[in-house]
C-alpha cells in the first residue's frame, strides 16, 4: 500500500492522513467545489477535483472516486465515516476495480448495514434485541398494527444509516403516520432508502457503544465501550469512555456480545456496535460497519491509533492485540464543536477569526482538537454542521471534565455562531457531571442549560457590550465626549450613556442603572484587554455587517460569546408593528423539502409551515402565533438562504373583525 484516496473531507481527511503520512503513506484529497480552499486539500499528497457543490455531484459520486483514484495512481481508498462509508456498492466497486478498500468486506456491510438485517443475526447468535417489526412490508397500515402490538411508546427508526436521521420517537397512535412520513423522506434524503422498521421505546436509557476489531484470519476483540447519551436530536454531541453506569460485569457481557456479532457477519475492520443500556439490561441499537467520530476517546483510553489498526488490517496484518492484552486507562471525553446555535439551529457563514487552544501531550493528560478550521473557512449548507471536535484524556472523570471545560474556554470562533458556549453548559451542569445524563437528558434540560446561558450572556453584554463603541477597531470609533448610544441584543435595544473619563476610559450608565468604569487595558488584534472595578476580562471580538447598515459584532469573554449590533443611527423602530404577524424568514442556508400552506390559507400558532432541509437534517418552520397566509415566496425544492423571506402573513382575524 503506497498512496491512500480518501474519500472524505475536512477533520477526517486530516485525520487518515496524519497516521498515513506517519506511516510513510502517500495520501491523496478529492474536493468539491466548496472545499476547494479546504486544508485537507493542501496537505495531502496529491489532491483531485471532483466538481460540484452538494454530496451528490462530488463525495457520494462513485465513478467521479474511483476516476480520482485512477488518475492519482492511489492503491487503496480509506472512506473515513459518513458519504460512502457505509455503502456496499462503493465498497465493492473499490475492489473490482483492483484497490484495496480499508474497511469491512461489503457482505458485512449489506448486512449489518440493514438494522432489520442485522437485527435478525443478532438474534441468532442471543444477542439481546428490543421486540419490533422490521419485515418487508411497509405499509402505514402494517405498522400500525404492529406497533399497537408492541405497544407505545415506539421508535420509528431508517432501516438504512445512521446518524439520528430518520428516527422518530412516537407516544401514541394519532403520531404515526405523521412519523412515518417524516421519518422516510429525511431516510431518502440521507441514504436514498426510505425502507423503516418500528421497535419498542427506551424511555430513559444510556447510549453506550462498543468499539470492536477484527481481522482477516478471524479474530475479533473489542476495545471497551463509549457513553454517547447526550445527544440533542439524536446526534451525539458528547462522548465519554469508561461510560459512568458500566461496571466490569456490563462491559464484559456487552463486549461478548459484540464480538458474536462482528464475528457472525465476518466482519474485518474498526466497526461499533451499539447498545440501548437500562441498568443491567443492555439491548441493540444498530453497528455501525465504519470508523466513528468519536473513535479518538478510544484511542485516547487504550493508547492505539486505530486509523493505523485498519490500514494493517487492510494489508492483511494479523491484530497486534489480544483480548487479554487490551488495557483501558483513565478517562476520555470528547466534544463536537457544531455550527449551531444553543437552540440547536444550524448556521452557515465564514470563520473570521480563530484561535485554537495547542494540542498537549503530557504523562497524566492530553488535549486534542482534530478539526480542519482557520480564519478564512467557510461552512456551507451542504454537508454536516460538525466544525471539529475536542478530546481530553485524564487520569479522572472529574479531571477531564475540568480540563475540557478550560480548553473549551480558550477556543475562540468568531464569525458564525457555534455550540462551544452550550457545550461548556452541558459539561459544568450537575447531572452530567453526578455522570447521569442519559439520552433523555437534553429532551428535558435543554431549556434549562440554554435559559442559564442566555443569562450569563446578558451579564456579560451588560459588563463588556460597550466596547463595541469605544474599543476602536477599524470601522469604531472609540468616544471622546459624553454622547448616548444604542446596542441590540437578542432584539432588545438597550441605551448607554457615556462618559469620558480618560483616554481609555469611560463612566458607562447602561439604562437606569448605576454608572461603572469601562477601562481598556490593552489593544488586541481581534479585541481587548478590558477591566471593570476589579475584574479584568480579554474580550474577542469581530466586526461584521449587521442589519439595515448597523455595525454588528460577534464576542466572546470567556464561556460566552454572544452578538450585538450598533443601532445607535439607524431610524427608530416603528413599535405600532411590533407584535404582528408579517413574514415566515428562512433562519438558515437550506433546501425547501416541503411546503404545507397556500395562500388564503389560515394558521394556528405553531402550525408547521415550511420544512427545510439543511446540514443533512430536516427542520421544521411553523408560525407564531394565529395568521392568514397572504402570499408564498418560495416553492418546492428551492435553495433558500438566511433571512430570506418565505412566506407573507397576516394576523387571523376573528368575526369581530379583530385581529
Same mark, same amino acid.
Given at each position: ?19 498515513? +503520512? ?107 434485541? $428490543? ?17 399497537? !402490538? ?13 446518524? =439520528?436521521?430518520?428516527?422518530? $420517537? ?5 403520531? #404515526? =403516520?405523521?412519523? $412515518? ?59 465519554? !469512555? ?10 464484559? @457481557? ?21 447498545? #440501548? ?35 494493517? /488490517? ?16 483513565? +478517562? ?64 479522572? @472523570? ?72 469605544? =474599543? ?58 478590558? @477591566? ?21 459584532? +460577534? ?52 402550525? /408547521? ?14 408560525? @407564531? ?35
Amino acid at each position: 500500500m503506497k498512496r491512500i484516496l480518501i474519500a472524505n473531507r475536512g477533520e477526517i481527511a486530516l485525520r487518515v492522513m496524519a497516521t498515513a +503520512h506517519r506511516m510513510g503513506i502517500e495520501t491523496v484529497a478529492v474536493y468539491s467545489d466548496a472545499d476547494e480552499g479546504s486544508l485537507h486539500v493542501q496537505q495531502a499528497t496529491q489532491a483531485y477535483a471532483l466538481g460540484g457543490l452538494t454530496s451528490a455531484q462530488s463525495y457520494l459520486d462513485v465513478s467521479k472516486l474511483l476516476a480520482a483514484a485512477k488518475a492519482t495512481g492511489a492503491d487503496a481508498v480509506h472512506p473515513g465515516y459518513g458519504f460512502l462509508s457505509e455503502d456496499a456498492g462503493f465498497a465493492q466497486a473499490v475492489q473490482d476495480a483492483g484497490l484495496t478498500w480499508i474497511g469491512p468486506p461489503p457482505a458485512a456491510i449489506r448486512q449489518l448495514g440493514s438494522k432489520s438485517a442485522a437485527k435478525q443475526l443478532a438474534k441468532a447468535h442471543g444477542v439481546p434485541c $428490543l421486540p419490533g417489526y422490521e419485515g418487508e412490508d411497509q405499509s402505514e397500515q402494517r405498522f400500525a398494527a404492529e406497533a399497537a !402490538a408492541i405497544g407505545y411508546p415506539v421508535m420509528v427508526k431508517a432501516v438504512a444509516g445512521g446518524g =439520528g436521521r430518520g428516527m422518530r $420517537l412516537v407516544q401514541e397512535a394519532g403520531q #404515526l =403516520g405523521a412519523a $412515518l412520513a417524516s421519518a422516510r423522506s429525511e431516510a431518502l434524503a440521507g441514504f436514498g432508502n426510505g425502507d423503516l422498521l418500528v421497535e419498542r421505546a427506551v424511555m430513559h436509557p444510556r447510549h453506550v457503544e462498543l468499539q470492536v476489531f477484527a481481522d482477516a484470519h478471524g479474530h475479533v476483540i473489542h476495545l471497551g465501550e463509549r457513553d454517547c447519551s447526550v445527544q440533542r436530536r439524536h446526534q451525539k454531541i458528547i462522548e465519554e !469512555a469508561p461510560s459512568p453506569a458500566v461496571d466490569a460485569d456490563l462491559r464484559e @457481557r456487552m463486549g461478548r456480545c459484540a464480538v458474536a456479532l462482528a464475528k457472525a457477519a465476518g466482519y474485518v475492520g474498526a466497526g461499533t456496535v451499539e447498545f #440501548l443500556v437500562e441498568g443491567q439490561q443492555f439491548y441493540l441499537m444498530e453497528m455501525n460497519t465504519r470508523l466513528q467520530v468519536e473513535h479518538p476517546v478510544t484511542e485516547a483510553l487504550t493508547g492505539l491509533d486505530l486509523v493505523e489498526w485498519q490500514i494493517r /488490517v487492510a494489508r492483511g496484518e494479523h491484530l497486534p492485540l489480544t483480548q487479554e492484552q487490551v488495557q483501558l486507562s483513565g +478517562h476520555a471525553i470528547e466534544v463536537r464543536l457544531c455550527a449551531e446555535d444553543e437552540m440547536f439551529q444550524p448556521h452557515t457563514g465564514v470563520v473570521q477569526y480563530l484561535y485554537a487552544p495547542a494540542a498537549t501531550k503530557f504523562e497524566v493528560s492530553a488535549l486534542r482538537f482534530d478539526h480542519a478550521l482557520r480564519a478564512g473557512s467557510e461552512v456551507t449548507p451542504y454537508y454536516d454542521a460538525m466544525l471539529g471536535k475536542l478530546i481530553v484524556h485524564a487520569p479522572t @472523570r472529574d479531571q477531564a471534565i475540568n480540563q475540557l471545560i478550560h480548553a473549551l474556554g480558550q477556543l475562540t470562533v468568531l464569525g458564525l455562531p457555534t455550540n462551544r458556549a452550550f457545550l461548556i453548559e452541558c459539561l459544568s451542569d450537575a447531572v452530567f457531571r453526578q455522570g447521569k445524563a442519559l439520552i433523555s437528558y437534553l429532551a428535558g434540560d435543554a431549556a434549562r442549560l440554554q435559559q442559564q446561558l442566555q443569562d450569563r450572556e446578558a451579564h456579560a453584554h451588560q459588563q463588556w457590550g460597550a466596547l463595541c463603541t469605544v =474599543g476602536q477597531l477599524p470601522g469604531a470609533l472609540a468616544c471622546s465626549y459624553p454622547q448616548l448610544r444604542k446596542l441590540r441584543h437578542r432584539g432588545q435595544t438597550h441605551e448607554l450613556a457615556l462618559q469620558p473619563a480618560s483616554r481609555n476610559s469611560w463612566a458607562v450608565v447602561n439604562g437606569d442603572g448605576e454608572p461603572a468604569l469601562l477601562q481598556i487595558d490593552e489593544r488586541l488584534a481581534h479585541g481587548w484587554r478590558a @477591566r471593570q472595578s476589579d475584574l479584568t476580562q480579554t474580550v474577542s471580538a469581530v466586526q461584521m455587517p449587521g442589519d439595515e447598515g448597523a455595525a454588528r459584532w +460577534h464576542l466572546q469573554a470567556g464561556a460566552v460569546d454572544w452578538w450585538a449590533e450598533d443601532v445607535s443611527y439607524l431610524p427608530p423602530e416603528n413599535s405600532g408593528a411590533a407584535g404582528q404577524v408579517s413574514e415566515l424568514r428562512a433562519p438558515f442556508n437550506g433546501r425547501v423539502v416541503q411546503l404545507a400552506v397556500e395562500p388564503g390559507q389560515m394558521l394556528q400558532a405553531g402550525a /408547521v409551515a415550511v420544512v427545510i432541509e439543511s446540514m443533512k437534517l430536516e427542520h421544521s418552520l411553523s408560525v @407564531r402565533a394565529d395568521c392568514v397566509v397572504e402570499a408564498v415566496l418560495i416553492s418546492a425544492g428551492q435553495q433558500v438562504t438566511p433571512g430570506q423571506v418565505l412566506l407573507k402573513l397576516a394576523p387571523a382575524v376573528d368575526k369581530g373583525g379583530q385581529a
